[in-house]
């Protein structure tokens, strides 16, 4: 069975703040990780793959195999930031957690 | 390129009702999906086309959902009869192929509330 679990619900931070939502996954096979990003009013949009190990928008994500976790991080939090994220796992399919909206405060 | 397009954006229905979703995938997208997003939690896969052929349907409620996509391009999903526990938004999304699994293009969804 494969399984995503996103801990937090809502995160609030401010302007400029660190940021690192939290994901944690259950597979037994090798795993290939997501963040996808919807801001409002607009569609469910691919975010980071981690095999690709890129920076987008600044944000970042490390696979943890001994964690099981692939949280993602941004240094310096931005207003635009704000929108719900959602940790995506392939196993036989692409399972989503239930996702985290971010808001950044002014 | 044109997104994924679905129609319609809102629908309202009485439980036991019939109602249907329509989807066109991104051109040239073989792979076509259907998720199921109830308020609070991430999308669901329903069920996985490859062309016009069906991949995974193994989360799809088959005594009340059917979806098609006869020519492998567009795509319908039909619920027959509606209950109240239907009420979510259906996202419809699309690949190139079925190896970029990962890499999903979505559309706007449509709004289902059931009454």
């Known amino acids: 069975a494969q399984r995503v679990t996103q801990p937090e619900k809502l995160l609030s931070v401010f302007k400029g703040a660190p940021v690192e939502l939290k994901c944690n996954y259950s597979y037994s096979g090798s795993p290939e990780l997501f963040w996808y990003v919807q801001y409002s009013r607009q569609r469910l949009q691919l975010l980071l793959r981690h095999i690709s190990r890129e920076s987008i928008k600044g944000f970042t994500a490390d696979l943890n195999k001994g964690e099981t976790s692939f949280h993602l991080k941004k240094p310096f939090a931005q207003e635009e930031d704000s929108a719900m994220y959602y940790c995506a796992l392939i196993g036989s399919r692409l399972t989503f957690g239930e996702g985290t909206q971010l808001t950044v405060n002014p | 390129e044109a997104g994924v397009a679905q129609s319609p954006r809102y629908k309202i229905i009485e439980k036991r009702q019939s109602v249907a979703f329509w989807c066109n995938p991104i051109?040239?997208?073989?792979?076509l999906y259907w998720y199921q997003q109830i308020l609070g939690q991430g999308p669901k896969l329903l069920i996985q086309?490859?062309?016009?052929?069906?991949?995974?349907d193994s989360q799809l409620p088959k005594d009340r959902f059917s979806a098609e996509r006869l020519k492998g391009v567009d795509s319908t999903l039909k619920i027959q009869p509606a209950k109240l526990e239907d009420s979510a938004v259906y996202l419809c999304?699309?690949?190139?192929?079925?190896?970029?699994?990962?890499?999903?293009?979505f559309g706007p969804g449509t709004r289902l509330t059931v009454t």
């Open positions: 051109s040239g997208h073989a792979t």
């Open positions: 086309f490859q062309n016009n052929g069906v991949v995974d």
């Open positions: 999304a699309s690949t190139i192929h079925w190896q970029s699994l990962g890499e999903q293009y």
